[in-house]
């Protein structure tokens, strides 16, 4: 990469990225620019006017408040809210997970809308100068996250928002190339989140279908047998309803470990914790994984073997945090507020593993948490949560391979997905040149 100072203006560098398209090679150096010279704040408030009130979520983008919270949340405040145009920006200044210096989002789905002044900076772009789509994906990548965390300082909030200036927002600095090199990056970029929204909708969809399917092949609220039957067994009688303790289920909850026996390296054994169970698998990181340092061999039982059922019984997502063990984590060390089920018929717990994943049980978890406080679960009501059973263990298994073969074509467009949004994110360190 070229960064070269440019003597006319103390302002403006030049910088070539990686990769180029071929017919841009010789167009020159970009320009890297502060935000303000092609941009200006909105100040324009709705007042008594009638514009659709809208609020952000993180990584989608804005959307109308019905929308988001089911009905219209402004109240007396919306005539001090910003009017913004299409493929104008707001900065929500909320921090998350995903964006913690805050959110930029492109109004694209609506002509006109009005976002609370309270929470959000908003600017409009000279269209002459700066394609908005293509500074949307460097936003979407965030970008500017990279150029505000050098001033925000820890703790800075009022009102529950990021205490940040304006004046700073409009001063970062932005690569930019010629108007048409921008459209063919936005032409591009833009073709790969359509190839990567068409997955996603798919992956919905067959959840959809499967959570549909199991309203079919189980038996509904006062049923005693399910509404499909395979063939088979259609005079095999009534299906058992039954807590899981009734069943011949091993179940436990993990180890209590010291914190100085937890390492962040990889140097000992892996722990399975809350934290990498999610919504049917198991996840890893540097961010999450943690390791046991010691070599107690009265540990033996929490060791995870190959099918063991996990559940997190603790966070926001209770009751949806499970997965089944693979041989990539057999041998892990079973942590404290994480609950394992074991059984020698491994057909039996995929069994309970499609019924843990189901709407049943959700429902289940959400009667025991109905006061304010962190969700949870003991392992008591885990033991007493009731599953069905047949009388024909053929039955079961049939039902639960057929429900087996719609997660693995979730699974694999699961990790398609994962490869075209890893894809883009290559691709953009190549097309855009690294600044910070």
Known sequence: MKI?????????????????????S???EWTIVPLK???????????????????????VGLVSQMEKFGREIAGEQYKNYYVINKFDFAYNKSAT??????????????????????????????KNEINPQYLDQLFQ???????????????SRANGALSIDSKILLNMLIPLPKLKEQLKIKDCLSCLD????????????????????????????????PAIRFPEFQNEGKWMLLPIKKYNID?????????????????????MRGINITEGVVRHNNDIDRFYSGEDHTLSKYRLLCNDLVIAMDGSKVGRNFALINKQDEGSLLVQRVARLRADNIDFIMFIYQQIGSDRFKTYIDRINTSSGIPHISLKQIEDF???????????????????????LISTETTKLDQLKAHKKGLMQQLFPKLQ
């Open 4 to 24: 070269d100072v440019m003597t006319k203006d103390k302002d403006i560098k030049t910088v070539v990225p990686p990769l180029r398209f071929p017919e841009f």
């Open 26 to 28: 010789e167009n020159g």
């Open 37 to 59: 010279k092609h941009a200006k704040l909105i100040t324009e408030k709705a007042k008594n006017r009638n514009y659709m009130p809208l609020s952000v979520t993180s990584g």
């Open 97 to 126: 997970t995903s964006y913690p210096e805050g959110y930029i989002s492109m109004l694209k789905d609506f002509d006109r809308g009005a976002v609370p002044n309270s929470i959000f900076t908003c600017f409009s772009v000279d």
């Open 141 to 155: 990548d965030n970008f500017h996250g990279k150029w505000l965390r050098n001033y925000i300082e820890i703790g």
């Open 194 to 225: 359509d190839l990567i929204s068409a997955v996603a909708d798919k992956i919905e969809t067959l959840k959809e279908y499967k959570k549909g399917l199991m309203q079919q092949l189980f038996p509904a609220e006062g049923k005693t047998t």
């Open 251 to 271: 179940i436990l909850t993990g180890y209590a470990f010291r914190g100085s026996e937890i390492l962040e390296d990889n140097d000992g054994t892996p722990l």
């Open 386 to 408: 009731k599953i069905w059973t047949t009388r024909n263990d053929k039955e079961f298994r049939m039902v639960t391979n057929c429900l087996s073969s719609v997660d693995e």
